[in-house]
Protein backbone atom coordinates (compact mmCIF):
# COMPACT_ATOMS: atom_id res chain seq x y z
CA UNK A 1 0.00 0.00 0.00
CA UNK A 2 1.25 3.59 -1.13
CA UNK A 3 0.39 6.61 0.79
CA UNK A 4 0.70 10.11 -1.06
CA UNK A 5 0.51 13.38 1.15
CA UNK A 6 -0.36 16.34 -0.96
CA UNK A 7 0.82 19.81 0.99
CA UNK A 8 -0.88 22.47 -0.72
CA UNK A 9 -1.17 26.69 -0.02
CA UNK A 10 -4.30 28.44 -0.97
CA UNK A 11 -3.87 31.06 -4.50
CA UNK A 12 -2.66 34.37 -3.56
CA UNK A 13 -5.82 36.21 -2.95
CA UNK A 14 -8.39 33.82 -1.93
CA UNK A 15 -9.25 34.14 1.76
CA UNK A 16 -8.93 31.07 4.11
CA UNK A 17 -13.17 30.54 3.57
CA UNK A 18 -12.93 30.40 0.16
CA UNK A 19 -10.36 28.07 -0.19
CA UNK A 20 -11.63 25.62 2.24
CA UNK A 21 -14.57 26.14 0.77
CA UNK A 22 -13.17 25.50 -2.62
CA UNK A 23 -10.67 22.32 -1.91
CA UNK A 24 -13.40 20.53 0.04
CA UNK A 25 -16.63 21.13 -2.51
CA UNK A 26 -15.03 21.13 -5.84
CA UNK A 27 -11.68 20.09 -5.88
CA UNK A 28 -12.10 16.62 -3.47
CA UNK A 29 -15.23 15.42 -5.65
CA UNK A 30 -13.40 16.38 -9.04
CA UNK A 31 -10.14 14.19 -7.33
CA UNK A 32 -12.44 11.45 -5.65
CA UNK A 33 -14.52 10.61 -9.11
CA UNK A 34 -11.83 11.01 -11.91
CA UNK A 35 -8.44 10.27 -10.49
CA UNK A 36 -7.63 7.09 -11.03
CA UNK A 37 -6.50 3.42 -8.90
CA UNK A 38 -7.20 5.48 -5.60
CA UNK A 39 -8.04 3.34 -3.02
CA UNK A 40 -9.27 6.31 -0.41
CA UNK A 41 -8.60 9.79 -0.96
CA UNK A 42 -8.90 12.29 2.17
CA UNK A 43 -8.17 15.89 2.91
CA UNK A 44 -7.40 17.57 5.97
CA UNK A 45 -7.93 21.41 6.43
CA UNK A 46 -5.27 23.43 8.51
CA UNK A 47 -7.71 25.28 10.35
CA UNK A 48 -7.47 29.13 10.24
CA UNK A 49 -4.35 29.89 13.06
CA UNK A 50 -5.65 31.76 16.33
CA UNK A 51 -2.99 34.10 16.56
CA UNK A 52 -3.99 35.24 12.41
CA UNK A 53 -0.68 34.55 11.39
CA UNK A 54 -0.58 31.77 8.18
CA UNK A 55 0.10 28.07 9.09
CA UNK A 56 2.61 26.49 7.05
CA UNK A 57 -0.01 24.42 4.56
CA UNK A 58 -3.73 25.22 4.34
CA UNK A 59 -3.92 21.90 3.58
CA UNK A 60 -3.00 17.99 3.32
CA UNK A 61 -4.63 15.51 0.73
CA UNK A 62 -4.07 11.95 1.17
CA UNK A 63 -4.77 9.38 -1.40
CA UNK A 64 -3.49 5.36 -0.83
CA UNK A 65 -2.75 3.50 -3.98
CA UNK A 66 -2.04 -0.40 -4.24
CA UNK A 67 1.45 0.35 -5.25
CA UNK A 68 4.06 2.36 -7.51
CA UNK A 69 2.14 0.90 -10.47
CA UNK A 70 -0.72 2.64 -9.77
CA UNK A 71 1.08 5.85 -8.90
CA UNK A 72 2.43 6.25 -12.31
CA UNK A 73 -1.35 5.81 -13.70
CA UNK A 74 -2.02 8.65 -11.73
CA UNK A 75 0.98 10.71 -12.74
CA UNK A 76 -0.29 9.47 -16.44
CA UNK A 77 -4.06 10.67 -15.59
CA UNK A 78 -2.60 13.96 -14.78
CA UNK A 79 -1.05 14.84 -18.36
CA UNK A 80 -4.86 13.50 -20.33
CA UNK A 81 -6.99 15.56 -20.86
CA UNK A 82 -9.32 14.59 -18.31
CA UNK A 83 -6.40 14.82 -15.65
CA UNK A 84 -5.81 18.50 -16.95
CA UNK A 85 -9.32 19.32 -16.24
CA UNK A 86 -9.11 18.19 -12.74
CA UNK A 87 -5.74 20.52 -12.76
CA UNK A 88 -7.13 23.29 -14.44
CA UNK A 89 -9.98 23.21 -11.22
CA UNK A 90 -7.03 22.28 -8.51
CA UNK A 91 -5.50 26.09 -9.97
CA UNK A 92 -8.56 27.85 -8.74
CA UNK A 93 -7.79 27.12 -5.03
CA UNK A 94 -4.53 25.81 -4.91
CA UNK A 95 -0.80 27.62 -5.57
CA UNK A 96 0.61 24.58 -7.78
CA UNK A 97 4.06 26.13 -7.72
CA UNK A 98 4.17 25.68 -3.95
CA UNK A 99 2.40 22.11 -3.63
CA UNK A 100 4.68 19.30 -2.37
CA UNK A 101 4.19 15.48 -3.06
CA UNK A 102 5.19 13.09 -0.51
CA UNK A 103 5.01 9.01 -1.84
CA UNK A 104 5.33 7.38 1.35
CA UNK A 105 5.08 4.20 2.89
CA UNK A 106 2.56 4.57 5.61
CA UNK A 107 3.65 2.26 8.91
CA UNK A 108 1.00 2.16 11.68
CA UNK A 109 2.33 2.56 14.80
CA UNK A 110 -1.44 2.35 16.93
CA UNK A 111 -4.24 1.70 15.63
CA UNK A 112 -6.65 1.08 17.96
CA UNK A 113 -8.55 -2.20 16.69
CA UNK A 114 -10.26 -0.49 13.54
CA UNK A 115 -9.23 -2.56 10.40
CA UNK A 116 -6.57 -1.61 8.39
CA UNK A 117 -5.45 -2.46 4.77
CA UNK A 118 -2.88 -5.44 4.23
CA UNK A 119 0.48 -4.36 5.69
CA UNK A 120 2.59 -1.74 3.51
CA UNK A 121 5.12 -2.83 0.74
CA UNK A 122 8.49 -1.28 0.88
CA UNK A 123 9.36 1.11 -1.93
CA UNK A 124 12.40 0.80 -4.25
CA UNK A 125 15.08 3.05 -3.56
CA UNK A 126 13.64 5.57 -6.69
CA UNK A 127 10.41 5.62 -6.64
CA UNK A 128 9.88 9.36 -7.76
CA UNK A 129 8.59 10.62 -4.31
CA UNK A 130 8.95 14.47 -4.63
CA UNK A 131 7.85 16.79 -6.46
CA UNK A 132 4.53 18.73 -7.91
CA UNK A 133 3.97 17.20 -11.22
CA UNK A 134 0.82 14.87 -10.47
CA UNK A 135 -3.17 15.80 -9.60
CA UNK A 136 -4.31 14.59 -6.52
CA UNK A 137 -4.51 17.46 -3.96
Known amino acids: ML ?3 VLVHRRPGL ?3 EFTRGYRDE ?4 VAQNVPGVIRYAQNHHPQ ?3 GSDAPWDGVGELWLADLAAWQRVQEFAASPAGQAVVDLEAKYIDRSRMTILVCDEVVMKDDGAEMPRPPQPL ?3 SG ?3 GTA ?3
Do not use: F, I, M, N
Open 27 to 30: VGPA
Open 124 to 126: PAD
Open 49 to 51: QRD
Open 15 to 17: THE
Open 129 to 131: GAG
Open 3 to 5: KVL
Open 135 to 137: SGA
